[in-house]
């Protein structure tokens, strides 16, 4: 019997689901220590996903996932903004 092809899964830092890679946005901390998103998911550096929901954005923001997820001390207010401009474009 023929195995599909491997779905790499990743989980959600806002509600912990797993769900695949390529559902997911991606959050990046640079080798530099710059916090940004990455759209194309292959920057280099730590990444955490969150679903494209904002309920799970703000989950993270408010629980501090993002910032233990990428061991920074604080993400910039532009950087957040910009993240929560993607997810209600993507939910548009």
Known sequence: ?????????????GCGAKRPKVELLRVVRSPEG?????????????????CPNIDCFRKAVKRK?????LKVDRIEEKVLEEIENQILKKSA
């Open 65 to 69: 996932a993002l910032q233990r997820s």
């Open 34 to 50: 710059k916090v940004f998103l990455d759209l194309s998911g292959k920057r280099s550096g730590r990444g955490a996903y969150i």
């Open 1 to 13: 019997m023929a195995k599909g092809k491997h779905v790499p899964e990743r989980t959600c830092v």
